[in-house]
């Protein structure tokens, strides 16, 4: 880094101790947008950096609830409301056990440009809590969202914070704190969260976006070399809500995937994944990825070591970040692995996206690839706010559109600064000069 950006840098790292995830999504943001900071000096004259990394309102709360032993349970909840240069705050809400202030404000953070980059009116944001679902009962987990909830209420709204799920909140955490929600304000606000049910105001296409986007965003990159998914292995990490879509979307497209994994182990299944099998486990039972296998003649499931050992010609890490590390980049490209298409958010770890540019492979960073969820969140805003709801083929065809265009901007971003091909480049500076005008344009606030 320079010496003006990196004098910034070090003040984030003052200001903000202890928090890793956040300086390293920080500084992958700085080291990559240095072209467009040269261009552009007016930039470091309005302090966008030291704005941009300071959230517009940091939320920390108690969340108190009662299990189903009558034990009472004390979790901490957060919500980063980080930009609202671009539109009311967007982003996810993620509950599990490891989260703390740094996965919320790296989260958040990649939010900001994520969302920038999907052309649509949305800001940043990222929340959640460290109660983890797994193992709880159906009324734990609505107990707990109440109690989540009843804080959480008096901070957002469909104009002003409209969260959605991450890791750990699916469609029935959404219920549970819609229902809360609603309550509360006496108010059908549907536009107040996303992820919804179909039957009370969810879009078609938000369960598979994700995934699909992030297979979408594949195809585009392999399309710049005349190539396709047809015919490809493919590695995923991760058996939830990207990863299964992301699966469905790779043998939609001829493509072979073979792995899946989850915090026990991973599974191998060289015939590739029986994806029914896989919702049926994963989504209906709640299940284990143990369970697949137990059920799936040829599958095996490994528990030592990393997916990424086995051999493929596309990678998609969808579990979560940094599960990519310098050594698995290594041994993925040795492997044969000409394609990285991030659908978690920040799974490579520097050293892995170091060693991917080096080798020159088609790399996708997550804020590009796998934007097409919060993109089909605002399709989602814009269907409650027009008390309107779109076919699947409708959502699908403006999902597709909207993973073209950021993987086009991303492309033209690249080459106007010098560096073809550099999708990291690309994503960072795309993201980031829209956001960084709109600051410009408002004034300091
Ligand atoms: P889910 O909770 O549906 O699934 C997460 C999957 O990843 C599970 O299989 C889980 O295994 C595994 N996993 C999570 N943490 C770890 C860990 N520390 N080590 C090993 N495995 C782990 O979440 P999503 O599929 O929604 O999210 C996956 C990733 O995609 C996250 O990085 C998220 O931020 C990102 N993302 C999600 C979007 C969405 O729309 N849902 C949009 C954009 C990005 P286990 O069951 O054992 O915990
Ligand atoms: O990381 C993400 O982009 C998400 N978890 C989805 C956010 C959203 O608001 O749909």
Known sequence: ????????????????????????????????????????????????????????????????????????????????????????????????????????????????????????????????????????????????????????????????????????????????????????????????????????????????????????????????????LEGKKVLVSGAGNVAIYAIEKAQQLGATPITFSDSSGYVVDEAGVDLELLKQVKEVERGRVADYVERRPGARLVTGGSVWDVPGDVALPCATQNELDGDAANTLLRGGCGVVSEGANMPSTPEAVEAFQKAGILFAPGKAANAGGVATSALEMEQNAGRTRWDFATAEAKLTGIMTDIHDSCVAAAEEYGRPGDYVLGANAAGFTRVADVMIAHGIV
């Open 1 to 228: 880094m320079r010496e003006a950006v990196q004098s910034i840098y070090d003040g984030v790292l003052d200001r903000n101790p202890g928090q890793p995830e956040f300086h390293q999504a920080v500084k992958e943001v700085f080291e990559s947008i240095e072209p467009a900071l040269e261009r552009k000096p007016e930039y470091l004259d309005a302090a966008i950096l030291e704005r941009v990394t300071e959230p517009d309102r940091q939320i920390m709360f108690r969340v108190p609830w009662v299990d189903d032993s009558g034990k009472v349970q004390v979790n901490r909840g957060f919500r980063i409301e980080f930009s609202s240069a671009l539109g009311p705050y967007k982003g996810g809400l993620r509950f599990r056990e490891n989260v703390n202030l740094s996965i919320i404000k790296f989260l958040g953070f990649e939010q900001i440009f994520k969302n920038s980059l999907t052309g649509l009116a949305m800001g940043g944001g990222k929340g959640g809590s460290d109660f983890d679902p797994h193992g709880r009962s159906d009324a734990e987990v609505m107990r707990f969202c109440q109690s989540f909830m009843t804080e959480l209420a008096r901070h957002i709204g469909p104009s002003t914070d409209v969260p959605a799920g991450d890791i750990g909140v699916g469609g029935r955490e959404i219920g549970y704190m819609f229902g809360q929600y609603k309550r509360l304000r006496n108010s059908y606000d549907a536009g107040v969260l996303t992820g919804k049910g179909l039957a009370w105001g969810g879009s078609l296409v938000r369960t598979e976006a994700t995934g699909y986007g992030t297979v979408l965003f594949a195809q585009s990159m392999l399309a710049t070399k005349g190539e396709s």
